[in-house]
């Protein structure tokens, strides 16, 4: 039996590494102080991974804006990468804006446990992952080969993110930016007591939503 994929942990920090990618050298550890968001793809020249290059770079201006760095890896060489962003520019009119990693070894994708065994032992399953400014894994997506990713709940969870980081809130399901967040529930009875006085709309004592 085949080890299971070591994967990271939401609240650790996110493993550290070094790669070649299309744009240079990467260190992940030198990108403190923003926001990364890490994703993997099966591989280069492939029809859904291609939709979703052209999807991710038409979020990059957006993502850039809240300060993220989007970087693409898939176990592919960098003359292979180079020659897919190029196609995709002149057949797609699309220039891809980020870095994409060549993880020829795997060392990054074991690192993420980006390889499924149950799906290929030779590529990355569609991962996203997101790393905050002080380099700690804050949320992990993971879809199959077959099936592509909705990019807007990529940039939906940055802000949901950002939002809980800069507010001290909780995002209740389906929140969009502008909607009204979860106050965090009172941890005493006292400040249950107290909630009722602080203006907060609340279906009961432990559900508050308030705008903000």
């Not at 990467?26 to 591989?43: D, I, Y």
């Not at 290929?120 to 996203?128: D, I, L, Y």
């Not at 400040?191 to 939503?209: N, P, V």
Request: with cysteine; glycine share 6%.
């Amino acid at each position: 039996m085949e080890d299971a994929p070591c994967l990271p942990i939401i609240g650790e920090a996110a493993p550290d590494f070094e790669a070649v990618t299309t744009q240079g050298p990467l260190k992940l550890s030198e990108l403190r102080g923003k926001w990364v968001v890490l994703f993997s793809h099966p591989a280069d020249f492939t029809p859904v991974c291609t939709t979703e290059f052209v999807a991710l770079a038409q979020a990059n201006p957006e993502l850039e804006a809240l300060n993220v760095k989007l970087i693409g890896l898939s176990i592919d060489s960098v003359h292979s990468h180079l020659a897919w962003v190029k196609n995709i520019e002149e057949k797609m009119g699309v220039k891809i804006p980020f870095p994409v990693i060549a993880d020829l070894d795997m060392s990054v994708a074991k690192k993420f446990g980006m390889i499924h065994s149950g799906s290929s032992s030779t590529a990355t399953v569609r991962t996203v992952f997101f790393i905050d400014p002080e380099g700690t894994m804050r949320a992990m997506i993971y879809y199959p080969l077959t099936n592509g990713r909705y990019i807007p709940e990529i940039v939906r969870l940055v802000k949901a993110l950002q939002t809980t980081d800069r507010h001290k809130v909780s995002t209740p399901a389906n929140w969009q930016p502008g909607e009204k967040v979860v106050v965090p529930p009172p941890k005493t009875a006292a400040e249950m007591e107290k909630r009722a006085s602080e203006g907060y709309e609340c279906k009961d004592w432990y559900l508050c939503f308030k705008t903000i």
